[in-house]
């Protein structure tokens, strides 16, 4: 290093293979797709933004950025291409919509994860899409993204993600023409803080949520589990939603103080029944909020969906969260529910509805509650701390759909 003129360590600098970890550049082969499935602080953005930067100087011409959102698109995707070239080959960018061009006149059009639509028409030979597991529309998006690659002799797309175990991801992972490459947070030890990493490891090594979001692990499904990822496919396929005969908004009390660090959430899930007799799971409003704070926000989902009921165990909290909604809204109708039951046998009757598919999932953001609810078991709960969406989820379809049906695990009161 030492030997180096300044000319020749200012370009050491910018070489990116001279720095890279194996596991961040390019596999060699005629593959179609390289999927980069790595923890949080891995390098995957470098890593999307480097491979990029060497398509450019291989002659590429037409590239695609597909984010999650706009913002991430602009300040996550094309900020770090642009501080990842030296000045001379940087490319200019013009926003709304993003435009990337280079000095040898490549160019890159920017896209996001919830408009999948705008991707019909163009050609691209390169394509880098950025936390493709998190997107509203992943189906829709990677599906309309596939007719554009087109251009080129060698179009080829690089998908760089934090696992989820949704059925797009699945798929691009079992696809003969995809390679894949592993790595976790801690891979990239060098460039994080050491307390930043001692932290997570205390808190997470070994849960769910870190096997997931720190070693990229897709975790599918526990044995013995009440749902399986096949029944939340089969909720989440094909879903119209019908118009509903009734809407309730149910409330699974934590008893905690709303710390976000600290305690349980409160589970707060929007459910309907559909004219059609299917239920709908219409939205997850959980959160860890003071009680003003989650009263609020049950209020307005109960507003907002035009419910006909709140309802609550009585059990853990009920009476509070009365004197919580009537405090917000005192026209609320609100009812408490007494369990008879524990959480396990109330669960099954609801995971019978899945089995016989007669529930779907309408929001787009519901994986926290649906990866509580494939670590329900038969045995207990095997997911971290409390099932507090699950709960309230399981109150919601039950209030809907069983009562009716001689379901005694609970007990109406009021």
């Not at 009440?226 to 008893?255: C, E, F, H, K, Y």
């Not at 409003?285 to 009921?309: I, M």
Request: with cysteine; glycine share 10%; hydrophobic share 40%.
């Amino acid at each position: 290093m030492a030997s180096l003129s300044d000319e020749q360590a200012q370009e050491l600098l910018w070489d990116w293979r001279f720095w890279a970890r194996p596991n961040q550049i390019a596999p060699s082969g005629d593959w179609l797709t390289w999927l980069a499935l790595a923890g949080r602080g891995f390098g995957k953005t470098e890593a999307g933004a480097q491979w990029v930067r060497e398509r450019v100087a291989q002659g590429h011409r037409s590239i695609a950025l597909v984010a999650e959102t706009q913002k991430d698109l602009e300040e996550v995707m094309v900020a770090r291409i642009i501080a990842i070239h030296p000045p001379k080959e940087a490319p200019t960018v013009r926003y709304k919509p993003v435009r990337l061009t280079w000095p040898n006149g490549a160019i890159a059009l920017g896209y996001n994860g919830t408009e999948p639509n705008q991707l019909r028409g163009p050609e691209f030979d390169t394509a880098w899409v950025d936390e493709l597991a998190k997107y509203r529309y992943a189906r829709e998006t990677w599906d309309m993204l596939q007719f554009t690659m087109r251009a080129g002799e060698d179009p080829r797309v690089f998908v760089t993600t934090t696992p989820r175990p949704i059925p797009v991801l699945r798929e691009i992972i079992k696809d003969a023409t995809t390679v894949i490459s592993r790595g976790s947070t801690f891979d990239n030890a060098g460039n994080l803080p050491a307390q930043f990493l001692a932290k997570l490891k205390t808190r997470y090594e070994g849960t769910r949520l870190g096997r997931q979001e720190l070693n990229a692990e897709v975790l599918d499904d526990v044995p013995g589990a009440l749902w399986t990822r096949g029944m939340i496919d089969a909720a989440r396929a094909n879903v119209v939603v019908p118009d509903m005969q009734r809407i309730v908004v149910a409330i699974d009390p934590s008893g905690t103080g709303g710390d976000e660090d600290n305690g349980d959430s409160i589970g707060i899930v929007v459910a309907g029944q559909g004219i059609d007799g299917l239920g709908y799971i219409l939205a997850d409003r959980s959160c860890k909020l003071s009680p003003d704070g989650w009263g609020r926000r049950a209020v307005a989902a109960y507003h907002e969906f035009g419910a006909d009921r709140i309802i609550a165990e009585r059990n853990y909290g009920g009476a509070m969260v009365e004197h919580v909604i009537r405090t917000i809204d005192r026209r609320v109708s609100y009812r408490e529910v007494v369990a008879s039951r524990g959480k396990v046998v109330r669960a099954e009757p609801v995971a019978a509805l899945y089995e016989q598919n007669r529930v779907r999932h309408v929001a787009a953001d519901l994986e926290a509650l649906e990866d509580q609810m494939c670590s329900m078991t038969g045995d207990g709960f095997l997911g971290d701390g409390s099932p507090d969406r699950l709960d309230a989820g399981v109150w919601a379809l039950t209030d809907l759909m069983l009562l009716d049906a001689g379901y005694d695990m609970i007990s109406a009161v009021g």
